[in-house]
T-cell receptor, first 111, second 112 residues
Framework: DTAVSQTPKYLVTQMGNDKSIKCEQNLGHDTMYWYKQDSKKFLKIMFSYNNKELIINETVPNRFSPKSPDKAHLNLHINSLELGDSAVYFC??????????FGEGSRLTVL | KQEVTQIPAALSVPEGENLVLNCSFTDSAIYNLQWFRQDPGKGLTSLLLIQSSQREQTSGRLNASLDKSSGRSTLYIAASQPGDSATYLCAGTQGGSEKLVFGKGTKLTVNP
């Protein structure tokens, strides 16, 4: 019974394609996040939703669009993928304020 | 803009040693502070959370402390084991924000 689960775990695609990563949490948390970990292993927040409402929107290209159908799900859609989008994308959830719990990550490789 | 520095970037110790990992924030107004470990190719596992009213947390062989006056935190690992080998990340939020800002981590290797 995984707390925060992401799919797919690995994603290899061509430049210019559109792809989505899904995230679900069964912890009953109100807040969910997307973080990006680049090739240098640096983790940076992209988006945060609280009860389906966008509360953090960092300087991220418009090609990235999060969507939260309900407070247990936060999906990330990426349009027109570029080489620089290759990274590991982590979903996380938390009560607020409180401890963050992360998923296993989704490794995106853009060729 | 909050920045987090973790020292050292890498550390290799023999099994059984006690060790300290350091983390410092450019803005000392930390609300919550959290330490994580990350194993290669894996997600982050939360180790300890120090909430706004706290200064220290302990879990087993791990102890984390936060000095809010200086914006510095330390993670103390007692009697290290090879299974402790991983990258350790500290991260903090500031009051009114849910944005967790991360350091770049300390890669720990514990040799048998």
């Amino acid at each position: 019974d995984t707390a925060v689960s992401q799919t797919p775990k690995y994603l290899v695609t061509q430049m210019g394609n559109d792809k989505s990563i899904k995230c679900e949490q069964n912890l009953g948390h109100d807040t969910m996040y997307w973080y990006k970990q680049d090739s240098k292993k640096f983790l940076k927040i992209m988006f945060s939703y609280n009860n389906k409402e966008l509360i953090i929107n960092e300087t991220v290209p418009n090609r990235f669009s999060p969507k939260s159908p309900d407070k247990a799900h936060l999906n990330l859609h990426i349009n027109s993928l570029e080489l620089g989008d290759s990274a590991v994308y982590f979903c996380a959830s938390s009560p607020w304020p409180g401890e963050l719990f992360f998923g296993e990550g989704s490794r995106l490789t853009v060729l | 803009k909050q920045e987090v520095t973790q020292i050292p970037a890498a550390l290799s110790v023999p099994e059984g040693e006690n060790l300290v990992l350091n983390c410092s924030f450019t803005d000392s107004a930390i609300y919550n502070l959290q330490w994580f470990r990350q194993d290669p190719g894996k997600g982050l596992t939360s180790l300890l959370l120090i909430q706004s009213s706290q200064r220290e947390q302990t879990s087993g062989r791990l102890n984390a402390s936060l000095d809010k006056s200086s914006g510095r935190s330390t993670l103390y690992i007692a009697a290290s084991q090879p299974g402790d080998s991983a990258t350790y990340l500290c991260a903090g939020t500031q009051g009114g924000s849910e944005k967790l800002v991360f350091g770049k981590g300390t890669k720990l290797t514990v040799n048998p």
